[in-house]
């Protein structure tokens, strides 16, 4: 097999640059750095959220908004105009609301054959229709030849969250079941395995998907679901660690409960990346009181897309904002936040 490096992202760069670079992008601790450093003073009191649960009038609504640059278009299970539908689908789900409204904004780059084009629309309004939302306002740019690469889509939507429903790292305790609805990396090694000279023997297909579904129906145990979180760009490993410094406490996970398919695990290895690192886009992390957990995994397993749910670790009052895997060994390693990014381009 002979791979093609050209192109590809420094997967550690350095933090103080003076320009943008691939790893501001990324999910990790340099997106965190620009959010933090850059757009918050400039923005003002505002949290920047995957979802924010705004008010209006006696109404609760989620407001989501996220941009899709993901190459190539068209992957093993998916393509950008799917991902771009159940990527905002699913940041509104975080906040336990129902997504009702999506608007779409393209950048179209001059020269990007029309069918293509047709096909991520078609994809877009099929994935809406799935996910029980409408495609209800958008826009279209055109940049010059030598301006774009291809197709950059921008969703953002709106759902209504009930009375009652708050999710949240502000919720997470100590002591709280670390649940997760399936296999872990697969979305980002689909996009890997499809780029030219990456083969690994066997297809691994995107996990996109809808998943407000599973949250109603964790919801509607009853149980007192603490938070909920999407590990889409930085994996399993940036979704913790963000969650762990915001509640200020730890994670322990138990590294032989970690659902990472043998394919999954073959090609990280092979390419020298830690699968808890790499993106999902249709998989939830979820943070339950330990006495309700088997009640919450019993409903997810009864979904579609949580058959394979599994409890990975719980949260601790030990080393608050740090995450650590318990090992086959008996001994512990630190599960990192990615510094900047892994793959370059994956949602």
């Given at each position: 097999?002979t791979?093609?490096?050209e ?14 670079v ?11 750095d ?19 649960v ?14 899709f ?18 990527g ?8 336990g ?12 780059q001059?020269?990007t054959?029309l069918?293509?084009?047709g096909?991520?629309?078609t ?9 029980g939302v ?14 774009g ?5 921008t969703?953002t939507?709106?759902?209504l969250v009930?009375d ?12 709280d079941?670390v ?5 872990l ?16 023997g066997?297809?691994?297909?995107s996990?996109?998907a ?9 919801l ?5 679901v603490h938070?909920?979180?999407?590990p ?17 406490l ?20 092979l390419?020298?990346l ?8 249709g998989?939830?992390v ?58 370059p381009?994956?949602?």
């Amino acid at each position: 097999m002979t791979i093609d490096f050209e192109g590809w992202a420094c997967p550690l760069p350095l933090r103080d640059t003076p320009a943008i670079v691939m790893g501001h992008g990324g999910g990790g601790a340099m997106s965190g750095d620009l959010i933090n450093h850059l757009f918050l003073p400039a923005f003002g009191d505002v949290a920047l959220t995957d979802s924010a649960v705004v008010t209006a009038g006696t109404a609760r609504l989620a407001f989501s908004t996220d941009s899709f640059v993901v190459r190539p278009m068209f992957f093993p299970g998916g393509s950008i105009g799917d991902l771009a539908v159940n990527g905002t689908v699913n940041d509104l789900a975080m906040s336990g609301a129902t997504p009702l409204y999506l608007s779409a904004a393209f950048i179209l780059q001059e020269g990007t054959p029309l069918p293509a084009v047709g096909r991520i629309a078609t994809a877009m309004g099929e994935a809406a229709r799935a996910a029980g939302v409408r495609l209800v306002t958008g826009d279209t740019k055109v940049v010059d030849f030598d301006s774009g690469d291809g197709v950059y889509v921008t969703t953002t939507g709106i759902g209504l969250v009930a009375d009652g429903v708050d999710l949240g790292p502000h919720r997470a305790t100590a002591g709280d079941a670390v649940l997760v609805s399936g296999p872990l990396g697969v979305h980002g090694v689909a996009v890997l395995s499809c780029r030219q000279g990456l083969e690994f023997g066997t297809e691994v297909r995107s996990d996109t998907a809808p998943l407000h579904g599973l949250v109603a129906a964790m919801l509607a145990t009853g149980a007192d679901v603490h938070t909920l979180r999407d590990p889409t760009r930085g994996g399993l490993a940036a979704t913790l660690n963000e969650i762990a410094g915001a509640a200020k406490l730890g994670v322990e996970l138990v590294e032989r409960d970690l659902p990472v398919p043998a394919e999954v695990a073959d090609a990280c290895h092979l390419l020298g990346l830690d699968p808890l690192q790499v993106a999902n886009e249709g998989k939830l992390v979820a943070l339950v009181p330990p006495d309700q957990a088997d009640r919450v995994l019993a409903a997810m397993r009864e979904h579609p897309y949580g058959r394979d749910a599994c409890r990975i670790g719980v949260c601790v009052a030990e080393h608050p904002g740090m995450v650590v895997a318990r090992t086959g060994l008996g001994g512990t390693r630190v599960v990192t936040m990615p510094i900047g990014e892994q793959l370059p381009r994956i949602c």
